[in-house]
């Protein structure tokens, strides 16, 4: 029970600390700018994203388009590894059938045997 009341007031008192420094800070961020300078880490991407834009053979170069052949072609490969796998079953199934049948043959012959006899 002590345990209990302990953790329910660090709680609220936490809470109610929280809630002081929120209301302390709302002016500050009232007063900040809306439009915050680029950070020269963004400054330095965009320099570089121009300078291979300009590059001759990729002017006319496409995300999409380069994401349209990265996904036919896994697409594709799924294909290819759906059949191949369809076709070792089918294989796994007529040796399966072979065993089977194979099995069958010998029964019905050990019979007749029995039953000649």
Known sequence: ????????T?????LGGLIILVIRKIPILVEL??????????????KIKDRIKNIPGLK??????????ILSKIRILSMRTENRSFKWLQILRAKSKE???GK?????????????E
């Open 1 to 8: 029970m002590s345990f209990n009341l302990i953790t329910l």
């Open 10 to 14: 660090i709680f609220i008192l936490s």
């Open 33 to 46: 700018p809306e439009i915050a300078k680029e950070p020269s880490e963004r400054k330095f991407y965009l």
């Open 60 to 69: 006319s170069f496409s995300r999409d388009i380069l994401l349209q052949k």
């Open 99 to 101: 065993d089977k049948f």
């Open 104 to 116: 069958d043959d010998n029964y019905w012959q050990e019979i007749k045997k029995t039953t000649k």
